[in-house]
């Protein structure tokens, strides 16, 4: 029921209904665009992006969700209103888009400086943000605002990029924009994220590989310690130093192409600590596809373990944990498989943020509660914790889906052939009708994703050849073909 509140477990569903009420709310009308973008978190291979390795991030159930429509006033502005009630972010699309003091409003200047330096001029828009992505603790907020402005910018233009594209617009943005030296992974996994799977990332080659984690008995805990020691910035620039120091010692590009006993045949030229630090990296690459290989075969022992050592080795060689990071993982590790834990790393940059266990999914509630308890009793602080499944990455929730919809209906066979004169007109009459009718109730009654979930249920009938569902099917195809009835 709409109640006007939210909280931070709500399902997609949940907040596309509460962010649809809140534009209401605010802009006196019903949105005409909902978009939303997921967290992340990874699941395993830390401070391998920048030595051209592997990482095996998922999207969570945290979402950034933005709603939209034509700016009212009728000006060249993007208005960006967050729930949170921090400053509205305002940019004018009549002037060069700059960095502004107001630091948030940044993530989504630079998606919108992206798309107009790639020839795609949105218009004037008024946006409504609300997420429940929690910022600055290590599951990406800042991507999720980044990719859930370009999503929007799809919806409100008609224009869909090419998903790598995408995501290195978004990361320009944060680079250019923010002022973060950030790798690709966030934004690969927000915008390619697939429901029940894991992305393998090649950091070097971009290219993607599905991991499929179906078993619904076991999740993911993401556990935040609420800490973040200020030292990360400087010790995350040193790290990439002294990773490419001993790239240059080793002979290699990066650290990569070089493999243990290479490293191990180097150790005498090697400052210890640069030692140490390539030792984490080439271990962690290594760690990370045997990390895959046991998600795909389901071997949640395996997999733990890899996490754990993980944890280990950013402690210990590459020295980027905490206490609190280190407390969370010991008291994970006395709960054990047993109680349902297989394993815990610290995730992120380090010095804070969170850490990712490997679950039975009947057991998150007592796990929950006796990390809480313990974390408390050994830190003094209370943790946030939540757990979650592979989630799918960006989606439009309302408006072009049915562009997405109809695609997918392509897909499962359903052929173009298959569809005469008279199911276009039908379509063309049903959009129509629709359409009618949202303008006579200005969108408020008959909302247009409830049309969306009525053409999808109706195209999900095995109904084969007979018309209703082929001329259901005809509608979604017809405006995937042409973008509108
Ligand atoms: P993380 O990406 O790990 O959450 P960052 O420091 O990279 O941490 O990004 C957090 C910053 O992103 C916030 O300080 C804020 O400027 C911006 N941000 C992200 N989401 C929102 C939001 N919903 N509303 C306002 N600002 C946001
Ligand atoms: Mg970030």
């Known amino acids: 029921m709409l109640t006007g509140a939210f909280n931070l477990f709500m399902t997609l569903p949940e907040l596309t209904t509460y962010v649809a009420e809140q534009f209401a709310e605010t802009y006196g009308r019903p949105p005409r665009w909902i978009v939303a973008a997921p967290g992340r978190v990874n699941v395993i291979g830390e401070h391998t992006d920048y030595n051209d390795g592997f990482v095996l991030p998922m999207a969570i159930e945290r979402y950034a969700v933005m709603a939209g429509d034509h700016a009212a006033s009728g000006k060249n502005v993007i208005q960006i209103r967050d729930t949170s009630g921090v400053d509205a972010a305002l940019?004018?699309?009549?002037?060069?888009?700059?960095?502004?003091?107001?630091?948030?409003?940044?993530?989504?200047?630079?998606?919108?400086?992206?798309?107009?330096?790639?020839?795609?001029?949105?218009?004037?828009?008024?946006?409504?943000?609300?997420?429940?992505?929690?910022?600055?603790?290590?599951?990406?907020?800042?991507?999720?605002?980044?990719?859930?402005?370009?999503?929007?910018?799809?919806?409100?233009?008609?224009?869909?990029?090419?998903?790598?594209?995408?995501?290195?617009?978004?990361?320009?943005?944060?680079?250019?924009?923010?002022?973060?030296?950030?790798?690709?992974?966030?934004?690969?996994?927000?915008?390619?994220?697939?429901?029940?799977?894991?992305?393998?990332?090649?950091?070097?080659?971009?290219?993607?590989?599905?991991?499929?984690?179906?078993?619904?008995?076991?999740?993911?805990?993401?556990?935040?310690?609420?800490?973040?020691?200020?030292?990360?910035?400087?010790?995350?620039?040193?790290?990439?130093?002294?990773?490419?120091?001993?790239?240059?010692?080793?002979?290699?590009?990066?650290?990569?192409?070089?493999?243990?006993?290479?490293?191990?045949?180097?150790?005498?030229?090697?400052?210890?600590?640069?030692?140490?630090?390539?030792?984490?990296?080439?271990?962690?690459?290594?760690?990370?596809l045997h990390a895959a290989e046991g998600i795909r075969a389901a071997n949640w022992l395996t997999v733990g373990n890899l996490m754990y050592a993980s944890h280990g080795s950013l402690r210990d060689d590459y020295e980027v944990s905490c206490r609190e990071l280190d407390a969370v993982v010991e008291i994970a590790e006395a709960i054990g498989v047993k109680g349902g834990v297989f394993g815990c790393r610290m995730t992120g940059g380090g010095f804070g943020g969170c850490t990712v266990a490997l679950v039975k999914t009947d057991a998150i509630e007592s796990i929950s509660k006796n990390i809480a308890v313990a974390y408390k009793r050994k830190t003094g602080i209370d943790a946030a914790l939540f757990a979650s499944r592979p989630a799918a990455g960006a989606t439009v929730v309302q408006g072009q889906s049915l562009i997405a919809e109809a695609g997918a209906h392509t897909a499962r066979g359903f052929h173009p052939r298959m569809v005469g004169r008279n199911d276009f007109t039908f379509a063309g009459n049903l959009l129509q009708r629709h359409r009618l009718r949202s303008i006579a109730a200005r969108g408020h009654h008959y909302p247009e994703h409830t049309f969306i979930n009525q053409i999808r249920a109706r195209a999900a009938q095995p109904c084969g050849q007979q018309p209703v569902g082929r001329r259901w099917r005809a509608a979604a195809l017809h405006i995937a073909e042409n973008g509108h009835a």
């Open 91 to 288: 940019v004018d699309l009549s002037a060069p888009i700059k960095r502004d003091a107001l630091k948030w409003s940044n993530y989504p200047r630079g998606v919108i400086a992206g798309f107009q330096a790639r020839g795609i001029r949105p218009a004037g828009l008024d946006v409504l943000l609300h997420s429940t992505v929690p910022l600055g603790g290590g599951l990406s907020s800042s991507a999720a605002l980044e990719v859930c402005m370009a999503t929007l910018l799809e919806a409100a233009t008609g224009r869909q990029l090419d998903p790598v594209q995408k995501a290195l617009l978004c990361q320009q943005a944060e680079h250019e924009f923010a002022g973060v030296p950030c790798g690709i992974m966030d934004q690969f996994v927000f915008v390619m994220g697939r429901e029940n799977h894991l992305l393998l990332l090649d950091c070097r080659s971009r290219q993607t590989d599905f991991v499929p984690m179906n078993d619904p008995a076991v999740s993911l805990l993401i556990i935040n310690t609420n800490v973040r020691h200020e030292l990360g910035n400087g010790e995350y620039a040193r790290r990439r130093a002294e990773c490419e120091v001993a790239a240059k010692i080793l002979g290699v590009p990066s650290l990569r192409d070089a493999d243990a006993d290479r490293l191990e045949g180097a150790r005498s030229k090697m400052d210890p600590v640069v030692y140490r630090r390539a030792r984490h990296v080439i271990g962690e690459i290594e760690r990370t």
